[in-house]
């Protein structure tokens, strides 16, 4: 089965810098999409970011961005300027069928004033 | 503006009690799914349905069943509600297509005293 790990249990950020949260991954296809989702206290699971797998180049959407390295089975969420908004719970997802997902354990994510 | 909804948001049940979770969603989504999210082992998937009245297994589903007679609506029946069956439980839909995001709804907080 495929598993997807995120090392991370808790990071905080100072207001304004820059936090970096870890996921890796196991599978032996190569076609596949990977996703980070955002769960606030208390709120609805929200997607934050998506890669496809065949894409090189990493996603961007805003302050958020990936580091997805294909070979080492890594996609990183990196968040620049961080708020107070986006203290939450992070997710990494990998899914290849609708048979075929797996979420990691996720990393809870405090942001200092 | 997308949307899952799920029947409750905190529901107290008794041990050997029948339990009835709904989840709908507006989006003509073909896939719906429901997960179990506990502390430390993030999101994992008991039963999804493809489209109606088809249902497969996840990696959880030991101790519930679903339903899915309509295509918006995705029931989790937990036959004899257990203690060890006290999570969190969301629920959550996507088109079929693996490289969609997946919409999540608030979440049930299951306790089974």
């Known amino acids: 089965a495929q598993t997807v790990t995120q090392s991370q249990p808790e990071m905080s950020v100072q207001e304004a810098e820059t936090v970096t949260l870890s996921c890796t991954y196991d599978?032996?296809?190569?076609?596949?999409?990977l996703f980070w989702y955002k769960q606030p206290p208390s709120r609805q699971m929200i997607l934050v970011i998506r890669q496809e797998a065949y894409k090189q180049q990493n996603a961007t959407e805003n302050r958020f961005s990936v580091n997805f390295q294909k070979a080492a089975k890594s996609f990183s969420l990196k968040i620049s300027d961080s708020q107070l908004g986006d203290a939450a719970m992070y997710f990494c997802a990998y899914h290849r069928a609708f048979n075929d997902m797996r979420f990691g354990a996720g990393t809870r994510l405090t942001v200092k004033p | 503006d997308v949307k899952v909804t799920q029947s409750s948001r905190y529901l107290v049940k008794r041990t050997g009690e029948k339990v009835f979770l709904e989840c709908v969603q507006d989006m003509d989504h073909e896939n719906m799914f429901w997960y179990r999210q506990d502390p430390g082992l993030g999101l994992r998937l008991i039963y999804f349905s493809y489209d109606v009245k088809m249902k497969e297994k996840g990696d959880i589903p030991e101790g519930y069943s679903v339903s899915r007679e309509k295509k918006e609506r995705f029931s989790l029946i937990l036959e004899s509600a257990s203690t060890n069956q006290t999570s969190m439980y969301l629920c959550a839909s996507s088109f079929i297509d693996p490289s969609n995001e997946q919409f999540f709804g608030p979440g049930t907080r299951l306790t089974v005293l």
């Open positions: 599978t032996s296809e190569s076609d596949y999409y």
